[in-house]
């Protein structure tokens, strides 16, 4: 062990650490409880807009922007813009990733207002596809009528997560789940996977490398650090990003070790443990899938979300953990020989990769935190 780790371990273990929490009130239950509020009231609402609406807002989403506004005309028709400024222009410049994030987003909408006995009826870009970047031009506009098909894969949404603790690498994946989740994404995109040997490896070390990559980029690494929230009094107070939980997380914040400051500065240990903790990522994925598009539309990347969420679905059902790796896929200069690499081994024949994720058996991780329905809706009606 280095020094400077074993002093970093001897901080952890320190009753400065201790006294820190404990003076400003620190308790050992930390959980974002009213962060995660949207989770139990999916659902519960009086009208159909709304009950379906409440449940497509527990979309993935890149960074847990929950880039999402909804217009609401009546009870049975409403308007989905995105969010200007809920946008990722550093690691997003294009507007891709967050567009997908609105397809996920719709076939919640879809299944949930089937699931409530309502076909729903979606138009995406009524006004055009907006290019280079999404603009304020309308995402969808959706209604609701009588009808309507239920989706088993619906009941799996209250347990769907985003699975970011290390995956048992004693445990394959077994292809009859991969392959179920290609069934269940569809074929409006083509999906791959691999699940063992060389090809697996070398995706581990792409993947790896690509976390480095965005993380060594002042730019990209800063954006993920300004939507970074520490503990519970953050959560509560924004209940988006990337939220991390837990008594010890929490405590070296208050003890100024772990903090967006910190892990922005390439000299601290800080920076160091948050690449060893990304290497995990790509080190124990026993599987990857992965979805390509022939073109890049517009409509293409909304088909992306919706198969993704389909495939997220089907995965849960199966018991696995699952975590997109989107690093490699990101348009932005520093990014583009790794995203020419990941493009000429999984999509050697054209296309757009939309999504990386990886796959295997995890402990549990619990709800990522949503902001209210209500903080997400403009009313017209
Ligand atoms: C297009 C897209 C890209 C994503 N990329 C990543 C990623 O690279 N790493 C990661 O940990 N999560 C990634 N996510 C997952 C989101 O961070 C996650 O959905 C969000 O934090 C909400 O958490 P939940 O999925 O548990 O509800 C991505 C999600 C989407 C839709």
């Known amino acids: 062990m280095t020094s400077s780790r074993r002093r970093f371990l001897q901080i952890l273990g320190s ?5 820190a929490a404990a003076g400003t009130g620190f308790v050992l239950t930390r959980e974002p ?5 949207p989770w139990r009231n999916a659902g519960s609402y009086p009208d159909p807009m709304r009950r ?12 847990n922007r929950q880039p999402w506004i909804v217009d609401l005309i009546s009870e049975t028709e409403a308007v989905l813009y995105c969010d200007m400024d809920r946008r990722l222009p550093e690691t997003d410049p294009f507007d891709r990733q967050i567009t997908i994030g609105l397809g996920c987003f719709l076939e919640i909408f879809r299944q949930a207002a089937a699931e409530d006995g309502f076909a729903a009826e979606v138009e995406v870009f009524p006004e055009g596809e907006p290019q280079p970047r999404l603009d304020q031009r309308p995402v969808a506009r959706m209604s609701l009528t009588p009808g309507g098909e239920a989706d088993p894969l619906f009941a799996f949404i209250p347990d769907r997560r985003t699975n970011r603790n290390p995956y048992d690498t004693e445990r394959d994946v077994p292809e009859t789940a991969l392959a179920a989740m290609q069934t269940a994404a569809g074929d409006r995109l083509s999906t791959g996977f691999v699940a063992s040997g060389a090809r697996r490896d070398a995706l581990r070390s792409l993947c790896q490398e690509a976390s480095r990559v965005e993380q060594i980029t002042p730019a990209t690494w800063q ?4 939507v970074m929230r520490i503990g519970r009094r953050q959560i509560e107070a924004h209940p988006d990003g990337i939220a991390i939980t837990g008594a010890m997380m929490e405590a070296l914040q208050i003890a100024g070790i772990m903090t967006t400051e910190t892990m922005a500065d390439p000299d601290h240990r800080a920076f160091g443990e948050s690449l060893s903790m990304q290497a995990g990522w790509s080190q124990t994925a026993m599987a990857f899938f992965w979805m390509r ?12 979300g919706a198969a993704y969420l389909r495939a997220a679905l089907s995965a849960t059902r199966d018991g696995l953990a699952m975590q997109p790796m989107s690093q490699s896929l990101q348009e932005y200069p520093e990014m583009a020989e790794l995203y020419r690499e990941v493009h000429q081994r999984l999509a050697p024949e054209g296309g757009t990769l939309q999504m990386l994720a990886r796959l295997g058996y995890a402990r549990p991780v619990s709800e990522a935190p949503r902001w209210p329905l209500e903080t997400r809706l403009r009313e017209s009606a």
């Open 15 to 19: 009753s400065a650490v201790i006294l």
């Open 33 to 37: 409880v009213g962060a995660r509020a």
């Open 52 to 63: 379906a609406l409440s449940w497509a807002v527990l979309a993935p989403n890149p960074h």
């Open 223 to 226: 954006e993920s650090l300004d």
């Open 293 to 304: 598009t022939s073109s890049n539309t517009r409509a293409e990347q909304i088909d992306a």
